[in-house]
């Protein structure tokens, strides 16, 4: 579900832009977007920490860093503040990214590892489906609701 949860927020943008009402719309657009840079960033630091670290290590550092990351919009109104933390939420989500390809197919073969890459598919496509809808739902409460999503990062590193 983390690997797909980065532009979940792009329906509190218009609500974001009033806040923001000193950026142009595409910089408060950027704060949709700039996420995927920062995987780009994280998948190369992801593959060095995974030698340093270990998988394990690196998967639960990405995402404690994701974690705390996704939540500072909750409590700052400073633009500056906000793209910095989703540029880093994506850095701590691409450190993740490749390794929960590459940790399937290091437990699995054969027909397992068909169908535990199916599981991680639909798991990703259903969790950013359940967390779209969330996000509707904490628009109620305003735009800083809407990254309380990432508090979903907290269960999978006490499951992990």
């Known amino acids: ?28 657009d950027t704060l949709s977007t700039i996420p995927n840079l920062g995987i780009i ?9 995974a030698t340093q670290l270990g998988a394990k290590r690196t998967v639960l550092t990405g995402l404690a860093v ?8 909750v409590v700052s109104n400073s633009y500056y503040v906000v793209l910095a933390a989703r540029l880093i939420f994506g850095i701590a989500v691409g450190t993740f990214n490749s390794l929960a ?13 068909a ?3 199916g599981y991680q598919s639909a798991i990703s496509s ?9 996000v509707g739902y904490l628009l109620l409460f305003g735009w800083h609701a809407t990254f309380l999503i ?6 999978i590193m006490i499951l992990s």
């Open 1 to 28: 579900m983390m690997l797909m949860i980065a532009p979940n927020i792009a329906a509190a943008l218009p609500l974001t832009a009033k806040t923001f009402s000193d950026q142009s719309a595409s910089a408060v």
């Open 41 to 49: 960033l994280g998948i190369v630091l992801g593959n060095v920490l």
């Open 66 to 73: 994701a974690l705390l990351s996704g939540l500072v919009p």
């Open 101 to 113: 390809i590459s940790l399937i197919s290091d437990y699995y073969r054969g027909d397992e590892l």
């Open 115 to 117: 169908a535990m890459m």
């Open 126 to 134: 259903l969790g950013s489906s359940l967390l779209s809808f969330a």
């Open 150 to 155: 990432y508090v979903i990062a907290l269960p």
